[in-house]
């Protein structure tokens, strides 16, 4: 797309396609990234000569250049250097080498950057298990977001779909009341539903997709519960099961998962992911728990789906369903996992209290018995799976800013090992998250 084009489409064609066509070219940034990520393992693992290990870049390099992503912000010896890091994360070489990384990319001046561009070795980085080092290139990325949509009245509509998530994760509050102001033509309804969570106000039904009010005569001033599947060794079970709502993920089958001394026994609301919903399809439900009084799915394609099965087996009435509001539009890069939706669609009905249990942003490796389905019993791989999915769909650095604005703000609380992780800063977070599972992105073990 030359700039003759992008002229065009500012100055011709109407906002509603012109936010069309940004996105079909920029996309989410998760998900372009997706697109090219099988290349960039193949061409990751190309560029290590296993018989000397001499490093060869043109092999990253020409997958650079087939998606259209400019790496020369950095020069050779940089990627090299990069490319050494990621062979032994945690070895005392690689640290050395990292802390040198991290100078060269906080001397590249931020107006020169191509957010796209950035974001990409950002997600390379996480990738490889360089977490510290990705940090400081999203940095980047976040701030050159803000910059181009500081001062202007009127923001081109690619600065405003990456700036507006930008200035929610620097909490930049006033300066985005500035924004929605004097940009009405962006339709800020569907963004200003956080802006007024975050300032206290009472939520507009009318700005809100597919509102349940029968969902809001449920939430509305009571305490919840949300319990995570981290393994804990703390005795909660009693304080859980003492809130006026207990909210869960994925709670498949009748009893798994509950305790009465640590997760506590009851269940109110079940949220449900994409990979759950499609476990619940292709199973009979005999074994569905019968006490939950809320279905709550990831979209409302699976609600419906999920509701017609239900149907079939003539359950249907005992349940209610509905799909959670959509967080994706507030997430600089990349959508949240189970625990930020929650909270957000949680919010948007007004309870009086949210308090998090056993959920402590990835930071424990281990999930409850039975809350997967696929659990490897080999940590290792875990581990590298996590590495895929951060890299791919989960930007770790964008759901704990939220979570930890919301924290802020004082609209959640949680228990002591969610207050012991949420008094962290984005980066000290980074670096713990990349002293757990930086080993998984080892080169020679790449997948």
């Given at each position: 797309?030359?700039?003759?084009?992008?002229?065009?489409?500012?100055?011709?064609?109407?906002?509603?396609?012109?936010?069309?066509?940004?996105?079909?070219?920029?996309g989410e940034l998760k998900k372009l990234f997706k697109k090219y990520y099988n290349g960039y393992c193949i061409a990751i693992k190309k560029t290590i000569n296993k018989r000397n290990e001499d490093i060869n870049l043109s092999p990253l390099f020409k997958e650079?250049?087939?998606?259209?992503?400019?790496?020369?912000?950095?020069?050779?010896?940089?990627?090299?250097?990069?490319?050494?890091?990621?062979?032994?994360?945690?070895?005392?070489?690689?640290?050395?080498?990292?802390?040198?990384?991290?100078?060269?990319?906080?001397?590249?001046p931020e107006k020169n950057i191509d957010i796209r561009d950035f974001v990409h070795i950002y997600n390379i980085s996480l990738k490889l298990g360089l977490l510290h080092v990705g940090f400081h290139i999203r940095e980047k990325a976040l701030n050159s977001a803000?910059?181009?949509?500081?001062?202007?009245?009127?923001?081109?509509?690619?600065?405003?779909?990456?700036?507006?998530?930008?200035?929610?994760?620097?909490?930049?509050?006033?300066?985005?009341?500035?924004?929605?102001?004097?940009?009405?033509?962006?339709?800020?309804?569907?963004?200003?539903?956080?802006?007024?969570?975050?300032?206290?106000?009472?939520?507009?039904?009318?700005?809100?997709?597919?509102?349940?009010?029968?969902?809001?005569?449920?939430?509305?001033?009571?305490?919840?519960?949300?319990?995570?599947?981290?393994?804990?060794?703390?005795?909660?079970?009693?304080?859980?099961?003492?809130?006026?709502?207990?909210?869960?993920?994925?709670?498949?089958?009748?009893?798994?998962?509950?305790?009465?001394?640590?997760?506590?026994?009851?269940?109110?609301?079940?949220?449900?992911?994409?990979?759950?919903?499609?476990?619940?399809?292709?199973?009979?439900?005999?074994?569905?728990?019968?006490?939950?009084?809320?279905?709550?799915?990831?979209?409302?394609?699976?609600?419906?789906?999920?509701?017609?099965?239900?149907?079939?087996?003539?359950?249907?009435?005992?349940?209610?369903?509905?799909?959670?509001?959509?967080?994706?539009?507030?997430?600089?890069?990349?959508?949240?996992?189970?625990?930020?939706?929650?909270?957000?669609?949680?919010?948007?009905?007004?309870?009086?209290?949210?308090?998090?249990?056993?959920?402590?942003?990835?930071?424990?490796?281990?999930?409850?018995?039975?809350?997967?389905?696929?659990?490897?019993?080999?940590?290792?791989?875990?581990?590298?799976?996590?590495?895929?999915?951060?890299?791919?769909?989960?930007?770790?650095?964008?759901?704990?800013?939220?979570?930890?604005?919301?924290?802020?703000?004082?609209?959640?609380?949680?228990?002591?090992?969610?207050?012991?992780?949420?008094?962290?800063?984005?980066?000290?977070?980074?670096?713990?998250?990349?002293?757990?599972?930086?080993?998984?992105?080892?080169?020679?073990?790449?997948?």
């Amino acid at each position: 797309m030359n700039n003759y084009c992008l002229y065009t489409l500012k100055k011709f064609i109407p906002i509603k396609v012109k936010s069309f066509l940004v996105k079909k070219y920029y996309g989410e940034l998760k998900k372009l990234f997706k697109k090219y990520y099988n290349g960039y393992c193949i061409a990751i693992k190309k560029t290590i000569n296993k018989r000397n290990e001499d490093i060869n870049l043109s092999p990253l390099f020409k997958e650079f250049k087939n998606n259209s992503i400019k790496y020369n912000y950095f020069d050779d010896e940089w990627w090299s250097l990069f490319i050494f890091a990621a062979k032994d994360v945690a070895g005392v070489e690689s640290l050395k080498s990292q802390k040198v990384l991290i100078n060269v990319i906080e001397r590249v001046p931020e107006k020169n950057i191509d957010i796209r561009d950035f974001v990409h070795i950002y997600n390379i980085s996480l990738k490889l298990g360089l977490l510290h080092v990705g940090f400081h290139i999203r940095e980047k990325a976040l701030n050159s977001a803000i910059n181009r949509i500081s001062g202007n009245k009127r923001i081109d509509i690619k600065d405003y779909f990456y700036g507006v998530p930008a200035l929610y994760e620097k909490n930049k509050l006033s300066f985005l009341s500035d924004v929605f102001s004097t940009n009405k033509s962006h339709r800020n309804e569907s963004y200003s539903i956080l802006y007024d969570i975050l300032k206290n106000k009472k939520i507009n039904a009318k700005k809100v997709n597919n509102y349940s009010y029968d969902f809001y005569s449920l939430i509305n001033g009571k305490t919840i519960a949300l319990v995570g599947p981290a393994k804990s060794h703390h005795n909660d079970a009693k304080e859980i099961d003492s809130h006026d709502i207990v909210v869960r993920c994925n709670y498949k089958e009748e009893g798994v998962g509950l305790d009465e001394l640590i997760k506590g026994v009851r269940c109110n609301i079940s949220y449900y992911n994409g990979n759950f919903t499609r476990f619940l399809l292709d199973s009979n439900l005999q074994k569905f728990p019968e006490h939950i009084n809320w279905i709550v799915t990831k979209t409302d394609k699976y609600n419906k789906i999920l509701k017609h099965k239900f149907n079939e087996k003539g359950l249907d009435n005992l349940y209610n369903f509905r799909s959670l509001h959509d967080t994706n539009k507030y997430f600089f890069n990349g959508g949240p996992n189970a625990i930020p939706n929650i909270i957000y669609d949680l919010l948007i009905y007004e309870p009086t209290k949210i308090k998090i249990f056993h959920a402590d942003f990835m930071l424990t490796v281990h999930r409850n018995n039975g809350y997967l389905l696929d659990q490897s019993p080999e940590e290792f791989s875990r581990k590298q799976d996590f590495l895929r999915t951060i890299s791919i769909s989960h930007d770790p650095i964008s759901q704990f800013r939220f979570i930890k604005k919301l924290y802020k703000t004082g609209l959640i609380e949680g228990d002591k090992r969610f207050e012991e992780v949420i008094s962290l800063n984005a980066k000290q977070f980074m670096i713990n998250l990349q002293d757990i599972y930086g080993e998984a992105g080892h080169l020679n073990k790449i997948k």
